[in-house]
């Protein structure tokens, strides 16, 4: 069974009921984002994740991160949003991801793909964000622990995420 939106900020949260960048920060640490001389990796992702969900609080509930669910859904991956569209989009797309048609992309493979993604746009750094968006994907979604993302795990969740942002 897929990792829902409300599972995944439940492990994120832990007992405080609330994200913190802090909190945060331990969960991509936990994914295996770790610091580098020059760069600290994980505090940086953290921020940026704070940066999409929180109003200045410096917390999220669940329904300020189930009303921002969306934000989770990759760039450029839908435009209008419905359980339909992700469905299709996500079979459609899953060729490009899982190349070798194994049925499951592991970090380095998502990472590569997330690299290119990000490359296209222009983004600073697009290397060191895809192999942190890459572990914390992972860490995020796979819900069987076999290090390997599943089509269905991703799909499951996105679709979870449709629902919960009142898509139909």
Do not use: Y
């Amino acid at each position: 069974m897929p990792v829902t939106l409300r599972h995944l900020f439940d492990r994120i949260a832990g007992t405080a009921q609330t994200l913190t960048q802090s909190g945060m920060q331990t969960f991509i640490e936990g994914a295996g984002v770790s610091n580098s001389f020059f760069m600290p990796k994980a505090s940086l992702a953290a921020k940026a994740f704070m940066d999409k969900f929180d109003d200045g609080s410096g917390c999220v509930s669940w329904d300020k991160f189930r009303k921002r669910g969306m934000a989770l859904v990759p760039p450029g991956l839908l435009g209008q949003v419905d359980a339909k569209r992700i469905a299709q989009e996500v079979d459609a797309r899953w060729s490009q991801l899982d190349s070798r048609g194994r049925g499951a992309v592991d970090v380095k493979t998502l990472s590569t793909f997330i690299e290119a993604q990000l490359d296209k746009r222009g983004a600073n750094f697009a290397g060191t964000k895809a192999e942190a968006g890459a572990q914390v994907l992972l860490h995020a979604l796979d819900d069987n622990h076999d290090s390997l993302l599943q089509k269905d795990e991703l799909k499951g969740f996105l679709l979870d995420v449709c629902t919960e942002a009142g898509r139909p």
